[in-house]
T-cell receptor
Framework: RKEVEQDPGPFNVPEGATVAFNCTYS??????FFWYRQDCRKEPKLLMS???SGNEDGRFTAQLNRASQYISLLIRDSKLSDSATYLC???????????FGSGTKLNVKP | DGGITQSPKYLFRKEGQNVTLSCEQN?????MYWYRQDPGQGLRLIYY???????QKGDIAEGYSVSREKKESFPLTVTSAQKNPTAFYLC????????????????FGQGTRLTVV
């Protein structure tokens, strides 16, 4: 079983829509969680860390569900510029390897 | 400005050649990583290093080698033993866990596109 699994999509949504992605992780020892954004042919960039209590940054909200071992990303009022691949990343405490999901592709259309 | 720099941006290799990809960071990060990304795929870990003069194999280390002689530098050599080296290579760094910085994010260089010709 993969450490981190994501629905590859693509998710095709109109501008202004709300869209949500989930990501599941297999190891309950996972401690740190992140969402990265990757544009076509570019490097991944941190979108937001995911905290146990959940966190929000403008139109983006991240949630962690430890019991079910998944994290989620909610994007409200989608913009054309949100079109990208969103990577879920997990890390275990005192263990320096990151585990990346294969990414979920989002296409926001006019 | 602090950051992580990869060079070159594009690299062409003839079959049977070894090539070395450069990765330098001035963020004072202890941990450094090399990933490979194939089209439409996620990132796969090649090698990582937590401290100078130490490194560990990742999930797809065969055909690759690394060195970590300086904290700032973590070059990756793609050897002729790597049968399918054409890919996008990404270097990343972060503060190592266990140093009061659990959970810090990784920062990526801009990547090197390697093509076998």
């Amino acid at each position: 079983r993969k450490e981190v699994e994501q629905d590859p999509g693509p998710f095709n949504v109109p501008e202004g829509a709300t869209v949500a992605f989930n990501c599941t992780y297999s190891n309950s020892a996972s401690q740190s969680f992140f969402w990265y954004r990757q544009d076509c042919r570019k490097e991944p960039k941190l979108l937001m860390s995911v905290y146990s209590s959940g966190n929000e940054d403008g139109r983006f909200t991240a949630q962690l569900n430890r019991a079910s071992q998944y994290i989620s990303l909610l994007i409200r009022d989608s913009k054309l510029s949100d079109s990208a691949t969103y990577l879920c990343v997990v890390n275990r405490r005192n263990f320096n390897k990151f585990y990346f999901g294969s990414g979920t592709k989002l296409n926001v259309k006019p | 400005d602090g950051g992580i720099t990869q060079s070159p941006k594009y690299l062409f290799r003839k079959e049977g050649q070894n090539v070395t990809l450069s990765c330098e960071q001035n963020l004072n990060h202890d941990a450094m990583y090399w990933y490979r990304q194939d089209p439409g795929q996620g990132l796969r870990l090649i090698y990582y290093s937590q401290i100078v003069n130490d490194f560990q194999k990742g999930d797809i280390a065969e055909g690759y080698s690394v060195s970590r002689e300086k904290k700032e530098s973590f070059p990756l050599t793609v050897t002729s033993a790597q049968k399918n080296p054409t890919a996008f290579y990404l270097c990343a760094s972060r503060f190592a866990t266990g140093q009061g910085a659990d959970g810090t994010e990784a920062f990526f260089g801009q990547g090197t596109r390697l093509t076998v010709v």
